[in-house]
């Protein structure tokens, strides 16, 4: 990729400004797939925004693996200056796009590190390799993770189970072990979300969380696992659009000289790129008006601007600042460096979908769901044959398509041993009746970005049905939080799963039913 990069100093001042901006657009090809349409343009305005605006980079989501390798494709073919490639893919390739490896949540791995930190660590670099191999195979150049968030607060609604774990130490080795993996492969890596998300109750999709810590606090605990991986040649760190009123009282850190510069760069030394968390989201975005806040996190120090609401007018607006005296040229330039830089160091596709979803990639996923699998009580248990039922619990019955359908096992396995599917959410809960029936339950909760913390609900929730009599076992996926809450109060066979995907659904199940002693049973078509 590096071959093909032209010489920075070249460029006029809105095509150095462009490179700045990072936009989000649908993995699909085509505009009839496109399912954010607020944040996803359709190709022409895309296409517009490349060869027009010479944006420096996008970030993807959705599409299978074949058809993503297709766009990125598409994608760089249109581009004068080879684009960055980004996707969020915390837990594998596979999370976004099907086809691909897709891992355990990364709190799996810190809860095998507390029995077995050498195993963990091995994992977070199995984890890291292989998503390194499999974004390269894609046309990926720019991984979106690790999360280097300390979760230490079980409320928290929108990191929770996406961090390693809750001890800074924990999440410092884990996340130094992922980065490690991915050096075998020429992407860039990125820490999130500095300088640490893991301790509010707020999303920040939707509001700006506080943090009242004090620099003592932040410095022992938040900022731990940020200085590990700026120390392990972390490529590129993302700021969280928090206020942190130790170190600036008025502005959030996405907007903060004194945290971008002063902390970041000054007192932790990071001299790689510093990426904006997407600048839609509310809790920056209610700030001021979206090119005011895109021109603030540039003085702030911010390198990428991701997702701004606008790219037109934001690059009209930072052009305006530069030529009003506001910004200078040389502070454009500085980011224009680092982006060059990272751009230098970045792969060319390898155009080897062979990569994806290998054995050695499935045998790690399933290892790591083994050993992080939590049980209790008589397992395994004797299913009814005919005439159970199987209670599915969602946190959202219109968005579980990926994970809740009739061909995959947390259906299909049930199915095929007596137990009818009935799918249940939050809103749908206060219709469900007592039924006197055989009943397994099934709970898939998690962290979500703009969903409210359901945790206490579906424990309560728990505590009263589990009583019931006809329940004869249940199995939680995702979230650990919610069993914390009713552990010590149940007294029926019991699984926790940290991961919703088919894999982990086959997993807790063979674990449930010891499915290996039914041979008439059609396990394959679920893997």
């Known amino acids: 990729m590096n071959e093909s990069l032209p010489n ?50 996008v970030i993807l989501l959705g599409a299978s693996a074949p058809e993503l390798y297709l766009r990125t494709q598409q994608l760089q073919k249109l581009a004068n200056i080879p684009l960055l490639i980004a996707a969020d893919i915390e837990e594998g390739v596979g999370q976004r796009f099907a086809g691909a490896t897709w891992f355990p949540p990364p709190m799996s791995l810190g809860a095998i590190a507390r029995q077995d930190l050498d195993l963990a660590r091995n994992f977070a670099q199995d984890l890291g390799e292989i998503t390194a191999r499999e974004s390269i195979a894609l046309g990926i150049n720019w991984i979106l993770a690790p999360v280097a968030d300390v979760n230490n607060n079980p409320d928290n ?37 500095f300088p640490g998300h893991g301790d509010t109750e707020v999303d920040s999709h939707l509001d700006l969380p506080i943090l009242e810590h004090s620099d003592e606090r932040l410095t022992s605990l938040e900022l731990l696992p940020f200085k590990r991986a700026i120390a392990a040649g972390v490529d590129s760190v993302m700021t969280a659009h928090l206020l942190i009123s130790a170190w600036d009282k008025i502005l959030p850190v996405t907007l903060s000289e004194k945290i971008l510069k ?23 975005a209610q700030h001021t008006t979206p090119e005011e806040v895109a021109v603030m996190a540039i003085e702030a120090g911010a390198d990428i601007l991701l ?16 030529r009003s005296g506001r910004l200078s040229q040389e502070r454009i330039q500085e980011s224009l460096v680092r982006i060059w830089q990272a751009k230098a160091r970045v792969a060319k596709l390898s155009s080897n979908l062979a990569e ?85 339950i099934q709970l898939f909760l998690r962290g979500n970005p703009f969903q409210k913390n359901l945790n206490s609900f579906y424990a309560d929730w728990l505590k009263k049905k589990l009583k019931n009599n006809s329940i004869q076992a249940f199995i939680i996926y995702g979230s650990p939080y919610t069993l914390q809450s009713i552990k010590q109060e149940i007294n029926l066979p019991w699984i926790f799963c940290y991961g919703q995907m088919p894999q982990a659904q086959l997993s807790a199940l063979g674990t449930l039913f010891d499915l ?12």
């Open 8 to 57: 920075w100093q070249e460029l006029s001042l809105r095509e150095a400004i462009g490179q700045m901006i990072v936009v989000r657009a649908s993995g699909h090809l085509f505009d009839s797939q496109i399912r954010y349409p607020d944040w996803e343009p359709k190709f022409a305005l895309l296409e517009s925004w490349i060869e027009d605006l010479n944006i420096g980079g």
């Open 157 to 193: 609604p929108v990191i929770n189970i996406r961090a390693f774990g809750e001890s800074p130490e924990l999440v410092s080795d884990l996340i130094v072990s992922f980065i490690e993996g991915t050096k075998k492969y020429a992407v860039l890596t990125t820490a999130k979300h």
């Open 262 to 284: 002063g902390q970041l760069r000054q007192r932790l030394g990071f001299t790689g790129l510093i990426v904006t968390d997407a600048l839609v989201m509310a809790g920056v």
């Open 307 to 322: 997702m701004p609401q606008n790219p037109q007018k934001t690059v009209a607006a930072i052009d305006a600042a530069v």
């Open 356 to 440: 994806l979803a290998s054995d050695r990639a499935t045998n790690c996923v399933d290892a790591i769901l083994k050993n992080s699998l939590e049980t209790g009580g008589s397992l395994p248990i004797v299913p009814v044959g005919s005439g159970g039922r199987n209670l599915i619990l969602v946190d959202d019955a219109t968005n579980c398509s990926e994970t809740i359908a009739r061909h995959n096992p947390a259906v299909a396995i049930p199915q095929q041993l007596g137990y009818q599917p009935e799918l249940f959410d939050s809103r749908t809960l206060i219709n469900f009746s007592e039924d006197s029936r055989p009943t397994l």
């Open 516 to 527: 290996s002693s039914f041979v008439n049973l059609n396990k394959e078509v679920f893997i």
